[in-house]
């Protein structure tokens, strides 16, 4: 499979915003180096490599304290780089694997020691095969047990039919990228209302960046900043933000990282948001 060309910003801002003290990034990815952690045969797309020593500079550059390391699904269930980054920085990195069902307890648990808190179930299909959920149900409630929670990312026409499976999840529930909401649909839209019902329960968190994926305009985003706003306002306990870097499988444009951190002020309008959304959640979630 042929290597996409780099997703990244090559040269990303200073941004003009600083976050606050132990700022975490709570949603990125590592790639590769692929000659050390091959890609998944199965994947559907090829990354260019995007391995940890970058993420660490990234993260120095833009001012943040920590990093979140989701698995990506071009490494497919075989967590080796997630978990070489994690023991790299112990004190300032989490994990959410994507793992087998029938992973054994033994290896679960030295994935919690080197860091991981989840597992992530993706059913976005232009990107995996999803498990049914029965099969993901059990997997809960195994890592239910180590105090894990469930990250997922799905499209924001299959909220209907996952809702009730989401619901019934014994972990709380992170969910990815807002849902993925129709943004030429508005605000006010009755999908990105039904999903903010959703959000009503209290298991339920959202990461509310990667504008650079949701937007019609593109940069700098305006037209997914009241999406992101009023979650943060409507759920200011239960909000989380990330990069998204290396941008996985991004083709419209290579996001300015700096420019992410700029539109942060401009979704949590005040520094009593952005300390909940930037610090406190995040370490309540991942560092208690
Ligand atoms: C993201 C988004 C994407 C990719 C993945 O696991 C992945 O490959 O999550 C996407 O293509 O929307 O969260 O990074």
Not at 101 to 124: K, Q
Not at 155 to 176: H, K, N, Q, W
């Given at each position: ?54 993420l660490f500079a990234l993260r120095r550059h833009l001012g943040f304290a920590r990093n979140v390391i989701v698995q990506a699904s071009c490494h497919g269930r075989d967590n080796a780089a997630l978990l070489d980054a994690l023991r790299t ?200």
């Amino acid at each position: 499979m042929k290597t996409d060309p780099p997703t990244w910003h090559p040269d990303p801002r200073k941004p003009a915003y600083a976050p606050p003290a132990g700022a975490v990034d709570a949603h990125c990815h590592v790639f590769g180096p692929g000659d050390r952690f091959p890609y998944a045969p199965e994947r559907k797309y090829t990354p260019s490599d995007a391995p940890k020593d970058m993420l660490f500079a990234l993260r120095r550059h833009l001012g943040f304290a920590r990093n979140v390391i989701v698995q990506a699904s071009c490494h497919g269930r075989d967590n080796a780089a997630l978990l070489d980054a994690l023991r790299t920085d112990p004190e300032n990195c989490r994990g959410i694997a994507v793992v087998d069902p029938d992973i054994t307890d033994a290896r679960l648990e030295e994935m919690d020691a080197a860091g991981v808190r989840g597992v992530r179930f993706n059913f976005v299909r232009r990107l995996v095969n999803p498990d049914p959920t029965d099969v993901s149900a059990r997997l809960a409630a195994r890592v239910a047990e180590l105090g894990w929670h469930v990250v997922v990312y799905f499209e924001a026409a299959d909220l209907t039919e996952l809702a009730p499976f989401l619901r019934s999840l014994p972990t709380d529930v992170v969910i990815d990228h807002m849902g993925r909401p129709d943004i030429a649909a508005g605000v006010e839209s009755a999908d990105f209302a039904a999903f903010r019902r959703l959000m009503e329960d209290e298991k339920f968190w959202v990461k509310v960046g990667c504008p650079e994926r949701l937007t019609q305009a593109g940069p700098p985003y305006d037209d997914v900043a009241p999406f992101a706003r009023k979650l943060v306002e409507s759920f200011p306990d239960r909000v989380l933000w990330g990069t998204d870097w290396p941008h996985p499988n991004m083709k419209s444009h290579q996001p300015d990282d700096g420019l992410l951190v700029e539109r942060i002020p401009v979704i949590a309008p005040t520094e009593t948001l952005r300390q909940k959304l930037l610090v406190e959640n995040p370490a309540r979630l991942y560092w208690a």
